[in-house]
């Protein structure tokens, strides 16, 4: 058994957070929004992408990708990031491009 299964449902932990960003977050997504509910979610997802990440680089080192395969790969995905439709929501700011974004 792990060694949290026996731990409380939930933890409290402090966490130092930029002040603009919290501002920002504050104001499209209201004072009353829950803050925990928000990391807990941003945690579930970056363990989400640990975890696929790990598997994607098992897979490349079982199973090495040509440069072709790469190249094909990175177009397709540059085409898909291309064809995003911004999808805006009550009290969001206006989406930028993903040249804007950083990874």
């Known amino acids: 058994m792990l060694k949290s299964a026996a731990m409380p449902k939930t933890t409290r932990v402090s966490v130092t957070v930029d002040r603009a960003l919290l501002d920002e977050f504050r ?3 209201g004072r009353d929004a829950k803050l925990s509910a928000i990391v807990s979610e941003a945690l579930r997802d970056e363990i989400y992408r640990l975890r696929l990440r790990a598997y994607l680089e098992e897979q490349e080192r079982e199973h090495p990708s040509s440069p072709e395969g790469r190249a094909a ?3 397709l995905w540059n085409t898909v990031v291309a064809s995003w439709t911004p999808v805006h929501f009550p ?3 206006p989406m930028k491009k993903p040249s804007e974004t950083p990874l």
């Open 27 to 29: 104001e499209m997504a």
């Open 73 to 75: 790969g990175e177009r």
């Open 91 to 93: 009290r969001s700011q």
